[in-house]
């Protein structure tokens, strides 16, 4: 066996640009066709799939914005098109009833990604996308929402009669939200002009050289970053002649709740309403980390209200009803808080009423008089736009920006809740293929970390799950539990840290839900617990490490980014990422403890893994890996990495995405069925993987790249899996 380091760089030339060719073109109709028999999903199926706001279904700002006179919704739909290494982004509104068919207002633009704070720097680029509000004019006549353009974010303003949109707003730095002015003559705009300062001061510093300290995470850039407290400041803007102003305080409070001189000490979640009620969450404990929360409510009449029950613990996000009588909030509950619900409060009612309990999710809700806006995805439904009757929880569908995907075969999806060892609850989602009969023993592939909304392919979006299934896998979404037992008490987010790292904990506690959700999987009677696939990106990379070291469950691993170890990781990390390890009690480098770094160290446990590891990882953070590659290669044990390029933490890149979604089927197919895809195009890796496993050339078994014949690849697997 050997191994080899391989360096993709798709030649598509669209990573800052946009290309020629319009990426909307191929997606002008996307309604399902009539007389088009249903197939399996393919991984362009799922790459090219549509959103609205961000592709995961976790806690973000709304990704719609409702006109004044409750008619109209307005959003923007995103659609990557891996052909042309591109986004579609189509400015849409549709009217609210659902009665009628959305229309484009605009589009273009480039791919704005978050901002985000990561340890001491205050600004990187992320590889997801940054959350679009469209924001109605007053008057109800004019849309704004963000555009990205030659690599500068505007507002731009487009006139609900059809007018072409135009630049209304640039400034010297990112603007990072607005809002309109309440006259609707200009837009209250938040940004950090200092942190602009600054980063220009660095281009002006490279004529000197760099001062290597802090501010370089060398795995992300050569270029060090700003660090430091650069606040976000608050300006009026006015249309006209673009004049700009401080923001007065009244005009803060329209696009920063912090500024809310009616915000109590220590408020998480705040909402007014109109006539001056006030809502919101706190602490019961205000001294512990984790403490869960509890609703207060200071009714416009006058009279407080607390909520102290089990459902306000969780509250996700409130808000006043239109009426202002009632309050409502969504709040995760249930088994392992694996459920979503939906509580309507009116000021007659004791407590709240629940009034929707759904395993979907419900993302940036919105009220209007009779129903709560929503985005709302399920584990076999992508994200669509709803409305919620918010007396009975029935629910309509305004908007679905895939419609084709229903004519796709989506396997069966079993939810399996259970306990690990240390007594957590626990959930994982199991997909199956469409059409497998109970006994089929299955190969199976675990995906991480996180199980909610739509099972699209994991967290970072590397493992097409339900293509997987479609190709003959049975897959294991795994939720990963949080908070182990010990952590309970810890009082600030460093005293977590150090908790879960303490006797690795955390780290044994993911460790037995990964193996307790296998057993369950087994024991349905579908999957063949001998050949078990696993992949993880990020938390679960280390998660994936463990598991290769601390069991000898797994056949075949695929990471997507590599690795938690004592050398090469925190080197290319950086000073702040070292201190960040140290502050936690990690033992690093020269001095690096073995018996610490025993139960989670590749480099050191090299010799005891046989294990086939495929790597496919950012030009951002393909350094930290070095070290486990060396170890790998030299002992010639099977390993791959792919880079790609001018790609962060979570890669961006359509077709890059489209790329790791193939290679990764082929990977888990080839270990685990003993299939290959016979493209001419895929024999040199093919001819690689042979030589890894040791086996005569046409040993495994041709299948093409369009569904398989799932009785075949079952009875293909079984033999390779008897040979093993």
Same mark, same amino acid.
């Given at each position: 066996m050997f191994a080899s380091i391989a360096a993709l760089a798709l030649a598509t030339g669209a990573n800052s640009t946009m290309p020629s060719s319009d990426p909307c073109m191929a997606?002008?109709? #996307?309604?399902?066709?009539?007389?088009?028999?249903?197939?399996?999903?393919?991984?362009?199926?799922?790459?090219?799939?549509?959103?609205?706001?961000?592709?995961?279904?976790?806690?973000?700002?709304?990704?719609?914005?409702?006109?004044?006179?409750?008619?109209?919704?307005?959003?923007?739909?995103?659609?990557?098109n891996p052909m042309v290494n591109a986004f579609c982004q189509r400015l849409m509104i549709a009217p609210l009833n659902g009665r009628g068919v959305a229309r484009e207002l605009d589009r273009?633009?480039?791919?704005?990604? #978050?901002?985000?704070?990561?340890?001491?720097?205050?600004?990187?680029?992320?590889?997801?996308?940054?959350?679009?509000?469209?924001?109605?004019?007053?008057?109800?006549?004019?849309?704004?929402?963000?555009?990205?353009?030659?690599?500068?974010?505007?507002?731009?303003?487009?006139?609900?009669?059809?007018?072409?949109?135009?630049?209304?707003?640039?400034?010297?730095?990112?603007?990072?939200?607005?809002?309109?002015?309440?006259?609707?003559?200009?837009?209250?705009v938040s940004g950090r002009p200092e942190l602009a300062r600054a980063d220009a001061a660095i281009d002006v510093e490279a004529r000197q050289g760099y001062l290597f300290d802090d501010r370089f995470s060398p795995m992300m850039s050569d270029r060090p970053f700003p660090t430091g407290s650069f606040p976000t400041r608050f300006f009026?803007?006015?249309? !006209?002649?673009?004049?700009? *102003?401080?923001?007065?305080? !009244?005009?803060?409070?329209?696009?920063?709740?912090?500024?809310?001189?009616?915000?109590?000490?220590?408020?998480?979640?705040?909402?007014?309403?109109?006539?001056?009620?006030?809502?919101?969450?706190?602490?019961?404990?205000?001294?512990?980390?984790?403490?869960p929360v509890q609703l207060r409510v200071a009714w416009s009449t006058g009279r407080r209200s607390s909520c102290l029950s089990d459902p306000c613990a969780r509250i996700r996000h409130i808000w006043w009803g239109r009426s202002r009588d009632a309050l409502y909030f969504v709040t995760r509950e249930g088994w392992a808080n694996s459920q979503t619900s939906?509580?309507?409060?009116?000021?007659?009612? !004791?407590?709240?009423?629940?009034?929707?309990?759904?395993?979907?999710?419900?993302?940036?809700?919105?009220?209007?008089?009779?129903?709560?806006?929503?985005?709302?995805?399920?584990?076999?439904?992508?994200?669509?736009?709803?409305?919620?009757?918010?007396?009975?929880?029935?629910?309509?569908?305004?908007?679905?920006? #895939?419609?084709?995907?229903?004519?796709?075969?989506?396997g069966p999806v079993r939810r399996l809740r259970f306990r690990n060892a240390y007594g957590v609850e626990c959930f994982a989602d199991l997909v199956l293929p469409p059409g497998s009969k109970l006994g089929a023993k299955l190969p199976l592939v675990v995906v991480q970390y996180y199980s909610e909304g739509f099972l699209r392919g994991g967290v970072g979006d590397e493992v097409p799950i339900q293509v997987l299934a479609g190709r003959g896998f049975a897959v294991l979404s795994i939720e990963r539990p949080f908070d182990p037992p010990g952590t309970e008490g810890a009082t600030s987010e460093l005293d977590y840290r150090r908790l879960v790292r303490k006797d690795w904990i955390d780290r044994k506690s993911?460790?037995?839900?990964?193996?307790?959700?296998?057993?369950?999987?087994?024991?349905?009677?579908?999957?063949?617990?001998? *050949?078990?696939?696993?992949?993880?990106?990020?938390?679960?990379?280390?998660?994936?490490?463990?598991?290769?070291?601390?069991?000898?469950?797994f056949k075949v691993a695929s990471l997507g980014s590599c690795c938690e170890d004592k050398i090469a990781l925190p080197m290319n990390g950086g000073i702040g990422y070292e201190h960040y390890l140290e502050e936690m009690g990690y033992s690093l480098f020269e001095? !690096?403890?073995?018996?610490?770094?025993?139960?989670?160290?590749?480099?050191?446990?090299?010799?005891?893994i046989d294990v086939p590891i495929l790597i496919q990882t950012s030009d951002d953070e393909y350094e930290g890996g070095l070290d486990?590659?060396?170890?790998?290669?030299?002992?010639?044990?099977?390993?791959?990495? @792919?880079?790609?390029? #001018?790609?962060?933490?979570?890669?961006?890149?359509?077709?890059?995405?489209?790329?790791?979604?193939?290679?990764?089927?082929?990977? @888990?197919?080839?270990?685990?069925?003993?299939?290959?895809?016979?493209?001419?195009?895929?024999?040199?890796?093919?001819?690689?993987?042979?030589?890894?496993?040791?086996?005569?050339?046409?040993?495994?078994?041709?299948?093409?790249?369009?569904?398989?014949?799932?009785?075949?690849a079952h009875a293909s697997a079984s033999t390779m899996s008897n040979s093993r």
């Open positions: 997606f002008e109709s #996307n309604a399902q066709p009539s007389g088009v028999e249903s197939q399996v999903p393919t991984a362009l199926d799922l790459a090219k799939l549509a959103d609205i706001g961000r592709a995961d279904p976790h806690d973000s700002a709304s990704p719609f914005g409702i006109s004044p006179d409750g008619l109209w919704i307005a959003f923007v739909v995103r659609r990557a273009g633009g480039e791919l704005i990604r #978050n901002l985000f704070g990561l340890r001491n720097l205050p600004a990187v680029r992320a590889g997801t996308a940054q959350v679009i509000t469209p924001r109605w004019s007053p008057d109800g006549r004019t849309i704004a929402y963000l555009k990205r353009t030659d690599s500068r974010t505007r507002i731009w303003t487009v006139k609900v009669d059809g007018k072409p949109a135009v630049p209304a707003v640039d400034l010297p730095f990112e603007i990072e939200d607005f809002t309109w002015a309440s006259d609707g003559r200009g837009f209250i009026h803007v006015a249309l !006209a002649g673009n004049i700009v *102003r401080v923001a007065r305080p !009244a005009e803060e409070m329209l696009i920063d709740p912090q500024a809310d001189s009616r915000r109590p000490v220590g408020a998480g979640e705040f909402a007014v309403d109109g006539d001056g009620g006030t809502a919101w969450t706190e602490k019961r404990n205000p001294l512990e980390l984790l403490s939906l509580y309507r409060w009116r000021i007659e009612d !004791a407590q709240p009423v629940r009034v929707l309990t759904t395993d979907d999710s419900l993302v940036g809700c919105e009220p209007v008089p009779t129903e709560l806006i929503c985005a709302r995805e399920g584990s076999r439904t992508p994200r669509r736009l709803v409305a919620i009757n918010i007396d009975n929880g029935r629910m309509r569908t305004i908007f679905d920006p #895939n419609p084709e995907f229903g004519r796709l075969k989506l993911v460790q037995s839900a990964i193996e307790t959700a296998i057993k369950a999987a087994v024991d349905t009677g579908m999957v063949d617990g001998r *050949r078990l696939g696993i992949s993880g990106f990020s938390e679960g990379s280390s998660a994936t490490q463990w598991a290769l070291i601390n069991s000898r469950l001095n !690096a403890d073995d018996c610490f770094w025993a139960p989670l160290s590749l480099v050191q446990n090299v010799d005891k486990v590659m060396g170890a790998y290669r030299r002992r010639g044990k099977p390993i791959e990495m @792919f880079i790609f390029k #001018n790609e962060p933490h979570v890669k961006w890149q359509p077709a890059h995405r489209l790329a790791m979604y193939d290679r990764v089927i082929d990977w @888990f197919a080839f270990w685990l069925q003993g299939i290959v895809d016979c493209s001419p195009a895929k024999q040199s890796q093919y001819d690689r993987w042979r030589e890894m496993r040791g086996a005569p050339q046409g040993l495994a078994q041709c299948a093409g790249s369009s569904a398989l014949d799932l009785s075949r």
